[in-house]
Structures are given as C-alpha cells and as structure tokens.
C-alpha cells in the first residue's frame, strides 16, 4: 500500500512557465516532507524540504506548499528552465523510536518526470 | 556537494555470481543506507547502518547482505546472483537520520543486470 503517491508520472512544461508537481499521502504521522531531483544515471539530489507545522517553504525559483488537511503537497517551480528537467521524487518522514533510539523513516513516491521544453 | 561514492556504475553479470557493490562516503556521516530502485517505481530502503558494527534491514526484503567495519565504507554484497536481482542500487548517507533537516546525500548509484 503506497503511502506517498504521485500519480502525474510525466508532465511536461514550456520554458519560463511554470512547473507544479504534486504529491499525496496517506500517514498522518509524517512530520517532514521532502522534493529530490534525480538525473539520468546519477543519484538524486536534494531540493528542498517542509515541516508539518509550516504550509509554504520557499527556495529560489522552488516553492513547496502543504496541505495537512487534505494531506497533499505541491512542488512549483517558476520559472521554469529546460535544465530542471529531470524526474522529481516526493519523500515523506515519520520518527521511530527503536532501540537505537529516534530515526527518521523516510518513504519515497515513484516520481514524475518533468520535461521542460525550450 | 557530497562525496559518496558508488562501484561500480554499471554491472552485467551472469547468475549465481557473487558481486560486492561498493560505496564510501568522505563526510564522516554515521548513518549509511541502501535503497533499490526500479524504472517508474519508488525508492525501497533494503539496508541501513548508523554507525560501526550497526546493520539493519530495511522495508523491503534482500537476499543481500551488508556490513559497516568502518565508518566511510558500507558494501552490499549478493553471494549468488539471479535475474530477479537486477535493479539499480543507491547508496546514500547522511548527519541526523533520515529525512531530518539534513536530508540524505546520494551516490550515483550502481545499475545491476543479472543474465
């Protein structure tokens, strides 16, 4: 059962417009989200982050919104460049308590793949 | 920008081999994982250490193996390989768990094809 869901698994965009990626989750308990970006045949690389208790988290061109209430968060990206095409992963945090003590457990989407045209 | 390292890129091998997939880390981090990625899927956590000595399993069950004897270093290793292992392979790091402010910082990954 996927707990963090992007169900755009392509979008494609023109330069200088906008790009928003959106993600769904179902676990309540997630505290902190996270946006990676991922090349071809590289590792993805962080974007930016959100808390729970925040609902907008702004970086640059990059801003991440969050709805707790409907439980769904959004990547906008304005505006947008052919070099931010890449596939964007939606990344959900939950704390445990296990006997290494508190550590973060960190579920991943299947990503989106932006293309962003020139 | 960080420095961890993922050997070999690419891998083809034919089954029941055994491989080791190597990755270090220069940033002194404690904490070291191992995800497994298919085209179009999600990142599946298969291993996880934080700190010397410390292995566990993660979410998604591997007939692969790791272990932690130093800090920077944290190979996987599959003792017979077979075609349902092909996959690519992240290896990743980070300061203060996963997900916490700190985020996790990726290697390039290695890319699996088990014929």
């Known amino acids: 059962d996927q707990q963090v869901k992007q169900n755009s698994p392509s979008l494609s965009v023109q330069e200088g417009r906008i790009s928003i990626l959106n993600c769904d989750y179902t676990?309540?308990?997630?505290?902190?989200f996270l946006w990676y970006k991922k090349y071809p045949a590289e590792g993805p690389t962080f974007l930016i982050s959100?808390?729970?208790?925040?609902d907008k988290n702004e970086d640059g061109r990059f801003t991440v919104f969050l709805n707790k209430s409907a439980k769904h968060l959004s990547l906008h990206i304005v505006p947008s460049q052919p070099g931010d095409s890449a596939v964007y992963f939606c990344?959900?945090?939950?704390?445990?308590?296990?006997?290494?003590?508190?550590?973060?457990?960190?579920?991943f989407g299947k990503g989106t793949l932006l293309t962003v045209n020139p | 920008e960080a420095d961890i390292y993922q050997t070999p890129r690419y891998l083809v091998i034919g089954t029941g081999k055994k491989i080791t997939l190597e990755c270090s880390q220069t940033?002194?981090?404690?904490?070291m994982y191992w995800y497994q990625q298919d085209p179009g899927m999600e990142l599946h956590l298969i291993h996880y250490?934080?700190?010397?000595?410390?292995?566990e399993k993660g979410d998604l069950s591997s007939e692969s193996t790791v272990s932690r004897i130093r800090t920077e270093h944290f190979p996987l290793t599959l003792e017979s390989a077979r075609p349902s292992h092909t996959s690519q392979y992240l290896c990743?790091?980070?300061?203060?768990?996963?997900?916490?402010?700190?985020?996790?910082?990726f290697g390039e990954g290695s890319r699996l094809t088990v014929l």
């Open positions: 990743a790091s980070s300061e203060r768990g996963q997900g916490l402010g700190g985020e996790l910082f």
């Open positions: 676990n309540s308990m997630f505290d902190y």
């Open positions: 959100i808390s729970s208790i925040k």
């Open positions: 990344a959900a945090s939950e704390r445990r308590v296990g006997a290494q003590g508190s550590n973060y457990k960190l579920t």
């Open positions: 940033m002194g981090h404690d904490k």
């Open positions: 250490s934080y700190g010397v000595n410390s292995t």
